[in-house]
Nanobody
Framework: QVQLVESGGGSVQAGGSLRLSCGAS?????MAWFRQVPGKEREGVAA????????HYVDAVLGRFTITQDNVKNTGYLHMNDLRPEDTAMYYC?????????????????????WGQGTQVTVS
């Protein structure tokens, strides 16, 4: 079982930036980023084939969030710029063998097999 460890969350003012990290203990195929607000379902944010250069983003974050990855460190990053209060959520990274990053807008929690512990992002 691949283990994922997330970090980088925190509290920022509107317009600020954060970088979330997701380190994996094993092989990565698809890495996806989700966020969840209390009382709401976990929703996809961005996804990429790890090691590739084909990230996909939902409309709500397009142009503000960027995925990068370090193949040597086996770590993915979600760069979040121009943060807005509506971005406030618990952010999770996840990996899966079969998930397609093209489908990030319609992915659900059940579509990903391994999850990080989550990191809180608060924008005020």
């Amino acid at each position: 079982q691949v283990q994922l460890v997330e970090s980088g969350g925190g509290s920022v003012q509107a317009g600020g930036s954060l970088r979330l990290s997701c380190g994996a203990s094993g092989s990565i195929y698809c890495m996806a980023w989700f966020r969840q607000v209390p009382g709401k379902e976990r929703e996809g944010v961005a996804a990429v084939y790890f090691g590739g250069n084909n990230p996909h983003y939902v409309d709500a974050v397009l142009g503000r969030f960027t995925i990068t990855q370090d193949n040597v460190k086996n770590t993915g990053y979600l760069h979040m710029n121009d943060l807005r209060p509506e971005d406030t959520a618990m952010y999770y990274c996840a990996i899966d063998l079969w998930a397609d990053p093209l489908e990030i807008a319609t992915m659900t929690e059940a579509d990903l097999s391994n999850w990080g512990q989550g990191t809180q992002v608060t924008v005020s």
